[in-house]
């Protein structure tokens, strides 16, 4: 599964919201996309429900596992007060651990 990129989030959006003229229904939308009406039906739900359409998707599957140079900058960071937790630490030192 591939994730929906930002500008296909906005024509979901745009397309069920119009201007001036009624909603088109969840399949025309996923034909005009395209995407499957699931799909179509999920972003409508995120936006609804946080309000925004940049929402956060949260990476599936198996984390990476750091290389012990990663886990030496990682350490240097917190010591050093560079990062507030491992968390900032990780996105600060190893941004493609934790994409």
Known sequence: MTRLSTA???????????????PLSLSVIACRVPCDRSTVRRVLQRVRSLGKLNYDICPKGQPHVLS????????????????????????????????
């Open 8 to 22: 296909k989030r906005q024509k979901i959006l745009d397309l069920y919201e119009p201007v001036n003229s009624e």
């Open 68 to 99: 012990k140079q990663d886990l030496r900058e990682l350490q240097l960071a917190l010591d050093h007060g560079n990062a507030q937790d491992a968390t900032n630490a990780q996105r600060k030192v190893t941004p493609h651990a934790s994409a």
